[in-house]
C-alpha cells in the first residue's frame, strides 16, 4: 500500500522512512515537508527507492499531497495533528501519530464519530512514549490475571554516551520545553490533578545500561487515556533526562520562539550510541506487574536507541494496519486497538527487548 509521511524532513521520520522502506507491505511512500529539499534527501537516503517528496507549505494543500494513500503517518509537529486528521478524513485513509501531549490529544478524540462513520482509524500516539508504553500497560494489566488495576505508572529514560559543545535533542525542542513548562498532570482518584512543572517523580529503577534515575512528572498522552481505558484511578508518568541536558534546557525555558528556532537549527540528533528504556507497572490491590524495554543502537541503519524506540511503534503500526490486525475503527489510543503479541515481536526484529516480572504486592 501507498503510505505518506508528513514532517519527513525530521529526525524521527528518517527512521520511519527507513523502517518502512524495509516492509513489504509498503510499496511507495509520498514524503512531505514544508522543506522540500530536506524531504527530497530523506527520499535518496532511506526510501530504498520508494520514496517520492512533497512539499507542502500549508495544511490547506495536505489533502491533495496524502490523496491516494492507505496511511498517513504524521510525524511533524503535534500543534498540527487536528489539520492532519482533517486531511485524513477528507481522502479517506486512516491515520498515526506520535503524540499530541494531553491536551492535544483531548482535542483529537472528539473527531472519534467521523472516523468511525468513515470506517477508519485513527491512532493517537504511537511512539515510544506515548505508544509503546501504552501497550506495554495493556500487557501488564493483562498479567495481574483478572484483578482490577488501581494504578500504572509509566517511565521513560534516555542515554546518549556521546558529549559535545553541540545539543543533541532526543525529540523536538519545542515539545521539550513544552514538557518542562506546562503543569504535569497525574491521575489521583480517577481524576486529573495537575502539578507544577519539573516536580521530582523521585528515582526510577530502570533497566541496565540506565539503571536507577533521578526523574521528573511531565504532561504526557498516556494520561488522557489510561483512566478511562483500563478504569484506573491512580496514574502518572516520569521522564528522566541526562542531568547535563535538563540544565541546558532549563537555560532555555524563558527563550522566546525565536530564540528555541535558533537554538533548535544548531542542534544535533542523539548519536548512533543512545539508548532508550521504559517502564511500566500496573498495581492491583495484591499483584504488581512490571514491564520494562530497552532499545538498543540499531547498527545496520546507523542510529540510535531513541530515534528507532520512537520511529519502530509507528511504522510497526503501519503493517499491522495492511494485514488487518487493527481491526476497531475510530479514534482511538494504542492500548484501546494495538495488540501486544502483535506489536511486541515487530519491535524485538528493530532491537527492543522486553522482560516481564510479575509479583505479589507485600
Partial sequence: MRVAVLGAGGTIARAIVRDL??????????????????????????????????GVDGSDRLAEAIDGCAVLVNAASYRINLD????????????????????????????DERFIAANLVGVLGMGAAPGKTN?????????????????????????????????????????????????????????????????????????EPIGPAETIYTLHSELQTLGRSFGVQRASFRLSLPPALLGRLEGLLDADE?????????????????IAAHVVEARSARRVARITAVTRPHEAWGLGGGIVSTAAPAAAVVRLIARGRIEPVGVLPPEDCVEPDDLFPELEQRGCTFAVEVGELV
Avoid: N
Avoid at 22 to 51: H, N, T, W
Avoid at 85 to 110: F, I, P, S
Avoid at 258 to 274: H, R, T, Y
Fill in 21 to 54: 522502506a524495509q516492509s513489504p507491505e509498503v510499496s511507495d511512500l509520498a514524503l512531505i515537508d514544508l522543506d522540500l529539499p530536506a524531504a527530497q534527501r530523506v527520499a535518496e537516503d532511506q526510501s530504498a527507492g520508494k520514496g517520492r517528496a512533497v
Fill in 135 to 207: 501497550v506495554m500497560a495493556a500487557r501488564a494489566v493483562r498479567e495481574l490475571g483478572g484483578e482490577r488495576p488501581d494504578e500504572i505508572l509509566i517511565s521513560a529514560a534516555g542515554r546518549d554516551p556521546v558529549v559535545g559543545d553541540r545539543l543533541r535533542l532526543p525529540y523536538a525542542l519545542r515539545t521539550l520545553i513544552d514538557e518542562l513548562t506546562m503543569a504535569a498532570v497525574v491521575l489521583r482518584d480517577g481524576a486529573a490533578v495537575e502539578l507544577p512543572a519539573l516536580s521530582s517523580g523521585g528515582l526510577v529503577d530502570f533497566p
Fill in 84 to 111: 492532519a486528521m482533517e486531511a485524513a478524513l477528507a481522502v479517506g485513509c486512516h491515520y498515526v501519530d506520535l503524540g499530541g501531549l494531553y491536551w492535544m490529544t483531548a482535542r483529537q478524540l472528539e473527531l
Fill in 258 to 274: 525565536d530564540e528555541l528556532a535558533a537554538v533548535a537549527a544548531a542542534s544535533v540528533p542523539p548519536s548512533e550510541l543512545a
